[in-house]
């Protein structure tokens, strides 16, 4: 994943905006960037904690393990190869007995549009809606059928507008995680320009909590199912003291569809 997504993060926070919710009036307390959910009600002490993955599985196990001891609910987005991964199986079924939402990350993780242009689409529609479909009917080996998982979250989590109203034409939300921590950058390896380190990453949770009035609220905070094996610094190895130190200060850790519910 290039590291030119953290040079971009400034330019995103502009595009955050506000949208009505469904039969409320006035501003929702919900935000949009390009058309896609990137955070809950930013008035409750509520946040979901999101998974992706494609390569890689080897948090998996711990991740689950460790939710589960908690008593925490985690959403996981998931690409079709993902899915069809016979190394995974385990994992997948795991997740699945323990009421996990999980959900689609683009069959064979392709790129959308272009970094530095980001109106410039590397793919057509029918590209985009026929890779869609695969990861789908990959979830469906699962007993996931589309209508349990209408939420998306594009490979890279790099999209535009036009993304979002495909997405939204097939019936489907499009969302990406809440910018102001690095808690996406769990998959940087070390001796590259964009590394951060697990303890970087935690910190930089800890400080947007404290540093901004609605701290996290309605956060959608992700991080990664599994990253390369060169990153031997594994940040899902701070997550149970991450829940444990965001929970002693009141926050409810939810299911990305009970986190945005109100909103669809």
Same mark, same amino acid.
């Given at each position: 994943?290039?590291?030119?997504?953290?040079?971009?993060?400034?330019?995103?926070?502009? !595009?955050?905006?506000?949208?009505?919710?469904? !039969?409320?009036?006035?501003?929702?307390?919900?935000?949009?960037?390009?058309?896609? +959910?990137?955070?809950?009600?930013?008035?409750?002490?509520?946040?979901?904690?999101?998974?992706?993955?494609?390569? *890689?599985?080897?948090? !998996?196990?711990?991740?689950?393990?460790?939710?589960?001891?908690?008593?925490?609910?985690?959403?996981?987005? @998931?690409?079709?190869?993902?899915?069809?991964?016979?190394?995974?199986?385990?994992?997948?079924?795991? +997740?699945?007995?323990?009421?996990?939402? @999980?959900?689609?990350?683009?069959?064979?993780?392709?790129?959308?549009?272009?970094?530095?242009?980001?109106?410039?689409?590397?793919?057509?529609?029918?590209?985009?809606?026929?890779?869609?479909?695969?990861?789908?009917?990959?979830?469906?080996?699962?007993?996931?059928?589309?209508?349990?998982?209408?939420?998306?979250?594009?490979?890279?989590?790099?999209?535009?507008?036009?993304?979002?109203?495909?997405?939204?034409?097939?019936?489907?939300?499009?969302?990406?995680?809440?910018?102001?921590?690095?808690?996406?950058?769990?998959?940087?390896?070390?001796?590259?320009?964009? *590394?951060?380190?697990?303890?970087?990453?935690? !910190?930089?949770?800890?400080?947007?909590?404290?540093?901004?009035?609605?701290?996290?609220?309605?956060?959608?905070?992700?991080?990664?199912?599994?990253?390369?094996?060169?990153?031997?610094?594994?940040?899902?190895?701070?997550?149970?003291?991450?829940?444990?130190?965001?929970?002693?200060?009141?926050?409810?850790?939810?299911?990305?569809?009970?986190? +945005?519910?109100?909103?669809?």
């Amino acid at each position: 994943m290039p590291d030119l997504r953290t040079l971009l993060w400034t330019i995103l926070l502009l !595009g955050v905006t506000t949208c009505h919710t469904k !039969g409320q009036q006035g501003p929702s307390p919900f935000q949009y960037i390009q058309g896609a +959910l990137v955070r809950g009600d930013t008035s409750a002490k509520e946040l979901a904690l999101v998974f992706t993955g494609d390569e *890689y599985a080897n948090g !998996g196990m711990h991740i689950a393990q460790l939710l589960e001891r908690q008593g925490v609910k985690g959403s996981f987005f @998931l690409t079709g190869k993902f899915y069809r991964n016979p190394d995974f199986q385990a994992v997948l079924n795991t +997740l699945v007995a323990g009421g996990h939402y @999980l959900g689609a990350h683009s069959d064979q993780h392709l790129l959308y549009c272009d970094w530095e242009k980001r109106d410039s689409l590397l793919v057509t529609r029918d590209e985009f809606t026929e890779d869609l479909k695969y990861n789908y009917k990959a979830m469906h080996a699962f007993g996931i059928e589309t209508g349990d998982a209408p939420l998306f979250l594009p490979p890279y989590e790099w999209y535009n507008d036009t993304i979002s109203a495909w997405t939204a034409s097939m019936g489907l939300q499009l969302i990406n995680y809440t910018h102001g921590t690095l808690s996406h950058a769990d998959y940087t390896v070390p001796g590259t320009s964009g *590394y951060r380190s697990s303890q970087k990453i935690y !910190g930089s949770i800890l400080e947007y909590e404290t540093g901004h009035n609605s701290g996290l609220n309605g956060f959608i905070l992700l991080s990664h199912i599994g990253t390369a094996p060169e990153r031997s610094d594994k940040f899902y190895l701070r997550l149970e003291d991450l829940i444990n130190s965001l929970q002693a200060k009141g926050y409810q850790f939810l299911r990305i569809d009970e986190l +945005l519910h109100r909103a669809l």
